[in-house]
Structures are given as structure tokens and as C-alpha cells.
């Protein structure tokens, strides 16, 4: 999955910021429960107001990853 973030990444650059969490850390263990991510990889698309408009859980595709950022941008 590394290869395909960070392709979005770099293509999204400016317009989706992409956070990567460490789920062997504590803290971000914690950020996942809050938003209901379980397993991994988990992926989380946020709006601008920080609410959850898409989760995907296991390996995506980059074409559906891709629409999912897409879709934030186009609101």
C-alpha cells in the first residue's frame, strides 16, 4: 500500500493532506478507535470539517483511494 499513498500523495499534494499512523504507537492507537478504524490498513477520508466521508478497511485500490480524495475536493 506504501507505493500507492504515496503516489496519491505527491499527485494530491496542496489540496489532500495524507497523515500516516503508526498503530504500534499509543497515541495513534487512540486516533483510530476515535474514528472507528479497525485492522490494517485502514484509510480515512476527512472533509474539511473533520467528519469521515469515506473508510476503507484492508488493501484498496489506488483508483478508489484516488475518487475518495477526489470527492473531498470536489464539495
Known sequence: ???IVDRL???FEGRVSVY???AAQ???VRIQSQWGL???PSFAVLDEDGSIVHQFF???TEIDLRQAMES???Q
Open 9 to 11: 500523495q505527491v499527485e
Open 72 to 74: 473531498v475536493i470536489n
Open 58 to 60: 484492508g488493501p484498496q
Open 26 to 28: 499509543e497515541i495513534n
Open 1 to 3: 500500500m506504501t507505493p
Open 20 to 22: 500516516r499512523l503508526n
Open 38 to 40: 479497525r485492522g490494517h
